[in-house]
């Protein structure tokens, strides 16, 4: 029984390394941009046939698939940035929050008519796990977690050891003061949705890597990412770290007690607690 809980935490600390990937660039969007980005889990779609391409059709090994990944995916970022949000910068949040729905769906729907609605994967065959104590990890669930942590550390001394990174953490505190002391705040926006477009590629990729790839594939985790970003604080990069592991593992020891088919339902209680109990989450976020 011990050594059945301690195997599925492993599978969740993979799952929350995935999940906190999409709600650090859900917090992002919010802290900086003040909306909430349901387009996010389709983004992540898109990243993850981008990266299908690099490995199927350009033969590309899975580290170089990423970045080939994460430079479309961070272009398609501000690309519908400039031509949709940035139109709406002034708009009441009901139609922003109508907009990104639509984006959405916009992404869902080309990634159907451009890849197709059938289940597809990266790489086929038996690959023989790492095997330590009677724990076992796939060799690809071993650089999810390596390649999570090594993102989130260069994302945390970008943030804090950059110009523009320091710009960002302004804006997120109080963008009208961002602007009165000369920030570029347009550069600012861009710079977040390259970053959020890196994190989205990341995440994609990796859960496509883990899972198999189909077009409502991100659609289906967003409710986790949201849990994880509100079970943190929404806003707070490090909560949402924090939450994304706390929904993973979570999600993955529920199946002792409950039918696998159920598992995302817990992410969704834990939400609806939070709200209720914390609404600000763990860390605290953006209130």
Known sequence: MLLNVVQLTLYGIVLGSIIALGAIGVSMVYAILGFSHFAHGDMMTVAAYFGFVGVVTLHLPLPLALIFSMILTACLAVGIDRVIYSRLRNATPIIMLISTIGVSF???????????????????????????????????????????????????????????????????????????TGINTELVIIWTWVITGVLAAAAGVFLGADTQLNPRMGFNLLLAIFAAAILGGIGNLYGSILGGLVIGIVEEVSTIFIDPGYKPAVGFVIMVIMLIVRPYGILGGKR
């Open 106 to 180: 916009m992404l869902q729907s080309l990634t159907q008519i451009v890849w197709g609605p059938s289940n597809e994967v990266y790489q086929s065959g038996i690959v023989l796990p790492y095997k330590f104590l009677g724990l076992r990890l796939q060799p690809v669930e071993v650089t999810i977690i390596l390649g999570s942590v090594l993102l989130v550390v260069l994302l945390h001394f970008f943030l804090h050891g950059t110009k523009i990174g320091k710009a960002m953490r302004a804006m997120s505190d109080n963008r009208s003061l961002s602007q009165i």
